[in-house]
């Protein structure tokens, strides 16, 4: 339980001790007593100070009033046990208070993002990076639950589906590459003909087929022409899958032993760094002494995937499922598979049950991804429907407009396309917290998509000005040169 500490008010807390980070994206009205209601911001802290020692706190901020209110876990020291359990009513509490809560992934972050966070957060006590730690955080304890809400201060996976912020500066340089949404479609996802396939970061392929022109323009997509609605979102799934691997694990069976959970925290900071290899040889001797831990096989599934050893990510993410039945995560996982492969009908239950998961607590995961399982399937007007649904639920999950943007082009919807690209450019183009995370080829889609929408109106004016809105050097600033050029003087 929590319980007020009224003398309690900044946190002298080291880079290490750090064990989750969240903030809240929203700030409801909240009545703090004797002070009264105003808007206010959370933070939920997660701290580790010796073994055996892990502590909770809640902390309340009001801007207006100056008021801070913090609650510490009841007792102060928990085990590991008590603590995920801690954390979980911390979660619960801010939720029932009307917040929505987004992890900063701070244990991934580098030295300097650490110190930069610590900086700016209210609750921590200046002093706190004074001494910044040698040890590197890869010896933390696994973060137990699934903390991807609806918007983020640093990019949750709620943005674009997963994007880690130790990968921020990898993520700007590729523009074009980034998180899926936990583990969404695989395909070539752009459907802009001719135009060549893009590779996830750190994936080395052969170039794909390139796009038809005709049938990239179909209203009803078969599983083949989901295959070509372009490379640029399916991008997206790899660092999701890597953010959503590392972040946490749905592990409801016996707790690993502990030389096997540092193992495994050394394993995930390896595959959350790319280092593939490495981390596929930790996860095998884990799991040949624990070959039932869902967290090891999932991973090492999500680490085949990304090498695209599709057999290899099959065989164990079915073994996940076989270990932990309602492990949503891998459902998801698996289904994105499912799709790259055309295997649309298989992927579609697992969505459903993923999404029937109370304790779920990234479904716009499943749901986007369901979508685009009934876009393989022929039903693209139900999964814009789906899409544009999920969208009012959750304003800031960036690659649900990308996504129904390009879809409602293909099925020849412009103004949906037209209105989706306002809605990305208003709650993450130009979103104060968000904007940072978005490349310039991620808008560029939007501008690109807006423009041949309006064209295709007979608007060619408006045409012109979101052609010329592109500020992207990639190929979709390419694509609207392209399209500009065509445009009638």
């Not at 009934?374 to 800031?396: F, H, N, W």
Request: net charge negative; with cysteine; proline share 7%.
């Amino acid at each position: 339980m929590l319980k007020v500490d009224p003398a309690l008010r900044q946190l002298l807390v080291r880079p290490n001790e750090v064990l989750v980070l969240l903030e809240s994206m929203n700030q409801p009205l909240v009545n703090i007593p004797s002070i009264g209601t105003s808007p206010t911001r959370a933070y939920i802290l997660g701290r580790r100070i010796a073994e055996g020692d892990h502590r909770i706190y809640v902390f309340l901020l009001q801007d207006e009033t100056a008021a801070f209110l913090v609650y510490v876990s009841e007792p102060e020291q928990l085990s590991v046990a008590a603590y995920r359990q801690e954390e979980e009513e911390a979660l619960r509490f801010v939720g029932s208070m009307g917040f929505e809560m987004s992890d900063y992934g701070f244990a991934r972050l580098s030295r300097e993002g650490q110190a930069a966070v610590m900086s700016q957060a209210p609750i921590f006590s200046p002093e706190s990076t004074a001494d910044m730690p040698t040890v590197e955080l890869l010896e933390v304890a696994e973060e137990p639950v699934v903390r991807t809400v609806t918007g983020t201060p640093a990019p949750a996976a709620t943005l674009f589906g997963g994007f880690d912020p130790s990968q921020q500066e990898a993520f700007r340089q590729a523009g074009l590459r980034s998180g899926h949404s936990g583990a969404g479609d695989f395909s070539e996802i752009s459907g802009i003909p001719g135009e060549p396939g893009l590779v996830a970061m750190g994936t080395p392929r052969s170039p794909p087929p390139q796009s038809s022109p005709t049938a990239s323009r179909a209203p009803e997509l078969t599983a083949d022409g989901l295959a070509r609605i372009g490379r640029f979102l399916s991008s997206f799934v790899f660092l999701a899958i890597l953010a959503v691997a590392c972040a946490h694990g749905v592990n409801r069976g016996e707790p690993l032993p502990s030389h096997l959970e540092t193992k495994r925290d050394l394993a995930l900071g390896e595959l959350g760094e790319g280092r593939l290899a490495d981390a596929i040889k930790r996860f095998l001797e884990i799991v040949e002494e624990a070959p039932y831990d869902p967290m090891s096989l999932h991973s090492l599934g999500v680490a085949h995937l990304q090498l695209g050893r599709t057999a290899e990510a099959e065989t164990y993410l079915k073994r996940t499922l076989d270990a932990d039945p309602k492990h949503s995560i891998a459902k998801n996982t698996y289904a994105s598979l499912l799709i790259q492969q055309g295997r649309c009908a298989e992927a579609r239950p697992l969505l459903e049950e993923a999404l029937k998961d109370l304790y779920y607590q990234t479904p716009e995961f499943a749901e986007h991804n369901l979508a685009l399982a009934e876009v393989c399937l022929g039903e693209s007007t139900q999964a814009i429907s789906r899409l544009e649904k999920l969208l009012v639920r959750r304003p800031q999950f960036c690659l649900g407009y990308l996504t129904l943007a390009d879809l409602s082009w293909q099925a020849k919807k412009p103004e949906a396309t037209i209105d989706a690209c306002e809605h990305f450019r208003a709650n993450c183009e130009l979103h104060e917290k968000v904007k940072e995370f978005v490349s310039p080829e991620h808008a560029c889609l939007c501008y690109l998509r807006k423009g041949l929408a309006y064209a295709e109106l007979g608007d060619s004016e408006s045409a012109r000005e979101s052609f010329m809105s592109c500020r992207s050097e990639g190929e979709f600033g390419r694509q609207c040169q392209k399209s500009l050029d065509l445009l009638p003087e």
